[in-house]
């Protein structure tokens, strides 16, 4: 397994492997954020197939009720393994790893990310990793889908910290 920063010719293969609930693909967003410098965007691969992704987003977590107790804190977003079949083999484990260290290497003394507050696993795994729960906030966001419906969600997030 490799761990590498998304180029814009890995996008197609994110698109074809790794699924999108919205119509139009969040690997180009999250591309286009990592182009701009706001985000690095990175892809795990197993032979030349992406199994796994993650954004670190330089600017912190997008809730204001996160940012007023984290004012710099990166936040590791949209961390997803596919297929379902390949996880619990240690590649979450390995791209929050390495969106650590870029972390650390640019200096930041605190990383973040939110998990809903309905998906235990993903919490017992950021414990374990050494992160602690820290704030609940309303992740809001929406999406349109394949047919051109929009649709609004706001879940219940904790977001949870390391120290670097
Ligand atoms: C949550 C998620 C990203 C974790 O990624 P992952 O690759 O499965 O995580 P890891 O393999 O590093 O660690 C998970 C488990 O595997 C175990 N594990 C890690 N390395 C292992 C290895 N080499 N061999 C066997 N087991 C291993 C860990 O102890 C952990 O235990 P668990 O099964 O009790 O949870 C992944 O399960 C996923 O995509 N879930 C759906 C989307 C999601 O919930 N994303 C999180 C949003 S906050």
Redesign the pocket.
Known sequence: MRISQCREEDLDLLDQHMPSREATSHHEARYARHREGRATFLVAWRDRRPV?SCEVRWEGCAAPEVRAVHPDCPEVNG???WPET?????????LIREAERLAADRGCRVIG????KN?P??K??YR?LGYHASVPYLDCWSYEDGAGVAHRVADACLFMVKPL
């Open positions: 796994g961390l997803g393994i390949l996880r619990s083999e240690g590649i979450g484990t390995a990310l939110g998990v809903e998906n696993r993903a017992a795994l374990r």
